[in-house]
């Protein structure tokens, strides 16, 4: 059986978004706005392990377990704030507090986690690098999160807020499981469900048929022609 972690790590996130937009996401699932403040040469691929924060004044109540401590080998810790909290300008979000420092991603890390996207602000950058423990967000900060906000959800949906040419704003959904994918060129969500296995069979092919296509441009080829012929054959 295919270990679906270890093939997706094979492959860039460009490599992901190109099989989706064959396949009719026309975002590619590209989650936009996140700077790999941990750098990492190699792709770095886990299923989405999500938390929630919200303002203490949210009435849902605070989850007691910390998050930190229930996080599953192979996972992706992905976390986000309520839709209110979240803007499309700089820096995407009304939080200045960080919400996401050095001590979660020790914890990650000895839990076997594969990396961490935070959909606001991190802090404390030296010890992310000191790890190698790969982490994206949209900024950095130095105040921790305890005085304005609390965890209210585990594994639950976040909703993302971004820019969209069709409308002013548009909402992305990141599910608890969803396969997160990233490198240097970003974040992109593959959703587990059934189109899965046909986007991972057309990635390989696609990867090879535009291995071909540069081939040919660097023979002198035009660039369009190699396009259309090599992945007609795909």
Known sequence: MRDNIQFLSKFTPCDVSDSLQKHGIKNGGFIPNLINQSPTD????????????????????????????????????????????????SPFTKVNNALYGGLMSTRAQYSKANGSVILGRIRDLDEHRDLKYPVW????????????????????????????????????????????????NGIVKLEDDENLEKILEYIPKRVEADIKVSQDIKNGKPAAESQTYWRSKI
């Open 137 to 184: 967000s949209y900024s950095v900060g130095t105040a921790a999160p305890g005085p304005y906000l609390k965890v209210v959800g585990i594994n639950v949906p976040l909703e993302v807020k971004v820019a969209s040419i069709d409308k002013e704003e548009d909402i992305l959904i990141i599910n608890p499981g969803d396969y997160i994918i990233g490198d240097k």
């Open 42 to 89: 190699k792709t770095i691929v886990g299923k989405a392990y999500t938390v929630l924060y919200a303002p203490k004044s949210d009435p849902r109540p605070a989850i007691k377990q910390a998050y930190i401590d229930q996080v599953p080998e192979n996972s992706f810790v992905v976390i986000g704030l309520p839709l209110g909290l979240q803007t499309i300008y």
